[in-house]
């Protein structure tokens, strides 16, 4: 979306550039300095994301430096961080894990579950994270923070409300949010609702019918002060997607019907904060979290009289407690425990129309699963002069009790130990080098080894003797930091071992689909580069660019790896003066034709590859005293384009208003 002073204190905002200097999270709950940090972080704060011209969370990240979109369904949206997704990258909200054990290796639509609206900025950590927040992080770590109010001396009321229209029926939006604060409690709360019609594409696409969906969201997060040293949080976040098509299903598979009917996630906790002057109690940190996730599916082939609908829950009970030592002003640490535990409901039911009979079924899932997920971990910080030194160890422990119609009870109990190394020195005042050494690791979880039934082009079949995928990744940097000027250049190489892979049965055919299994037979690399820069100039104009090129390759198949985005990155220019603003956005990507045998099976990608293609956006914005009004022009050269992988073309031309009133 396209606002530019979303914010309902924006009438006090500075909109003149400054520095270009921030601090970020990269370990957990401690602040160290960008420039410092011994690895590759994108941070985008809430004006970034509130200034592009998209509409849901994955697609903020559309153009952000290192990561890589992918859409199968409107209603979706991936991101790749370097060539890895789904599983094998690890998504939190307000540090909490979005991730659960039916994630699946490959693109997923979970991320869309979170609403843009929320968030105050996302830090994207690449290649790292298993120390940090444990199993799934092997591509990296999305972390994305909610917005939350702060306190103040007197009691302060502020409301606003906008909507949001893009051209072709193609959004309509409408979002109120109320924060309230004194000296004792803040509270920050919103309502959206939403309403996609079919996506319009670029070029010759046209319509594609059908893409819409609509989606409801409500919000609330309360900070309570009880003392100067202890604080609680207290927040829930609810949203409920309704009837969002697969489009490449129907269009490309003979569906009458293949959609998911319900889409809900609900995250719930409370934070406990304790704060005082002991150095080995320096904060005390408690989070109790309750997060559930449902997603029902409908399926309907052309001239079949079955109408099949299949339900999945996730209850997730999570619990982390930290603490933050700090023995001397030259080294802090964190020692900690983190735990989640899901439990998996999975049921199928069948119709038939002529008949009105119901069969009941397996579900996708082992019905009645249980996967507890336990770590401990100790993360150290050494500031020594001009260099900066991060290490840790984290110890993962899991027991997964799956009671299967198809095989009877299994109980697996998988571990694995990680470490890692980060080193930035400081050449000058403005110039670091870095370079980190990082194991990674994604535990099998109920996907992997519980899966039965239809998933994307094949059907899969159980498997119960996995053991955890391996990554192990070096890097070498080089950041320039000033006022006016930021440089960032990353070489990296990761290896990758025990990959879970799905492998065909050879001879098997069950509903016209090939029968696949999961195991652990693969070994791959990815290596490649990013850069991104950033300069001021002069007060009001702001230049930005960034490009990333990755090249995987399986080892054991001597051929290309899966999925891996080709050539990307973004260019931009922005001007901000006074109550106005105004940007131009070049988001591109090279051609993908280097493909693995997988990628030329896959209808969304076919034997050709991914064209290259240009997206260029305009936004602009005015913020008055009680009215914000903001516009962008969307894809103006009317690219036919879609981001590799997907199975929807990108939007084309298109105009988007936001009209915001402080009240």
């Known amino acids: 979306m396209s606002i530019f002073f979303n914010n309902v204190n924006a009438q006090n905002t500075d909109t003149s550039y400054k520095t270009l200097e921030s601090i970020t999270v990269v370990s957990r709950n401690l602040k160290i300095t960008e420039k410092l940090s011994p690895y590759s972080i994108t941070k985008l704060d809430q004006r970034q994301i509130a200034s592009s011209a998209f509409r849901t969370t994955p697609e903020a990240l559309m153009g952000a430096s290192g990561v890589f979109v992918q859409k199968t369904n409107h209603g979706g949206g991936s991101p790749f961080i370097r060539g890895l997704t789904g599983n094998q990258t690890l998504i939190l909200v307000d540090g909490i894990r979005l991730n659960n054990s039916t994630f699946r290796y490959g693109p997923n639509q979970y991320l869309n579950t979170i609403d843009m609206f929320t968030i105050d900025k996302i830090e994207v950590a690449k290649g790292i994270g298993a120390i940090e927040y444990g199993s799934d992080a092997m591509g990296g770590v999305i972390n994305l923070s909610t917005k939350e109010n702060e306190y103040s001396s007197r009691p302060i009321l502020h409301a606003s409300t906008l909507g949001k229209f893009i051209s072709s029926n193609m959004e309509q939006t409408s979002r109120s949010e ?6 004792k409690i803040a509270i920050q709360g919103g309502l959206s609702f939403r309403n996609y019609g079919n996506l319009k594409g670029g070029g010759n696409v046209g319509v594609q019918n059908p893409t819409g969906y609509n989606e409801n969201n409500i919000d609330l997060k309360v900070k309570l002060k009880i003392t100067k040293q202890d604080e609680i949080v207290i927040a829930t976040q609810n949203t409920i997607q309704k009837d969002v098509p697969i489009y490449h299903k129907i269009v490309l598979e003979n569906y009458k019907i ?40 409908s399926l309907q082939r052309n001239n079949s009289s079955i109408y099949r609908n299949e339900a999945d829950t996730v209850n997730t009970i999570g619990m982390t407690s930290e603490i933050i030592s700090k023995p001397t002003k030259y080294w802090t640490f964190n020692t900690g425990f983190d735990y989640y535990q899901d439990n998996i409901y999975s049921s199928a039911k069948e119709l038939n129309q002529q008949t009105n009979a119901i069969v009941f079924k397996r579900g996708l899932y082992p019905n009645a699963a249980k996967y507890n997920n336990s770590s401990v971990f100790n993360l150290h910080h050494f500031q020594l002069g001009h260099l900066f030194i991060e290490t840790g160890l984290r110890y993962n422990f899991l027991r997964i009790n799956i009671n299967d119609v198809t095989i009877g009870k299994i109980v697996v109990k998988p571990s694995a130990v990680v470490e890692n190394l980060g080193i930035s020195y400081a050449l000058t005042k403005n110039n670091f080098i870095y370079s980190s050494f990082t194991t990674g690791y994604r535990a099998p979880n109920i996907d992997d080894m519980g899966t039965l039934g239809i998933v994307d082009f094949r059907y899969e079949i159980p498997s119960y003797d996995l053991k955890p995928e391996k990554s192990f990744n070096t890097e070498l940097g080089y950041k320039y930091s000033s006022k006016e000027t930021s440089v960032n250049v990353a070489v990296f190489n990761m290896q990758l071992s025990d990959i879970i892979t799905r492998v065909k049965v050879d001879g098997q055919v069950i509903n016209g689909y090939n029968v696949y299994n999961k195991k652990n037979v693969e070994s791959s690399y990815i290596k490649g580069f990013e850069l991104s820069f950033s300069k001021i100039i002069r007060q009001n104009f702001n230049w930005t660019s960034n490009i ?20 990307f990155g973004q260019n931009k220019i922005e001007w901000k003066k006074g109550k106005a603003g105004l940007a131009f956005t070049h988001v591109f990507a090279g051609k993908q034709d280097r493909l693995a045998q997988g990628d030329k099976d896959d209808n969304r990608i076919g034997k ?17 005293k009680h009215l914000n009004i903001n516009t962008s022009l969307i894809n103006i050269l009317n690219e036919k384009y879609k981001t590799h992988g997907s199975g929807v073309y990108g939007m084309g031309r298109a105009v988007s208003i936001t009209i915001q009133w402080l009240l």
């Open 178 to 183: 109320i924060s309230f604060s004194n000296e």
């Open 258 to 297: 293949n959609e998911v009917k319900k889409q809900v996630h609900n995250l719930n906790y409370i934070k406990y904060k304790h704060v005082n002057n002991n150095k080995w109690i320096a904060e005390f940190l408690v989070t109790a979290s309750n997060q559930r996730t449902i997603e029902q599916r």
């Open 548 to 567: 990333t090129y990755t090249y995987g390759q399986n080892k054991t198949k001597n051929e290309p790896m899966r999925r891996i985005p080709p050539l």
């Open 608 to 624: 050709l590859g991914t064209p290259q293609w240009n997206n260029i956006n305009f936004d602009a914005g005015l913020q008055l």
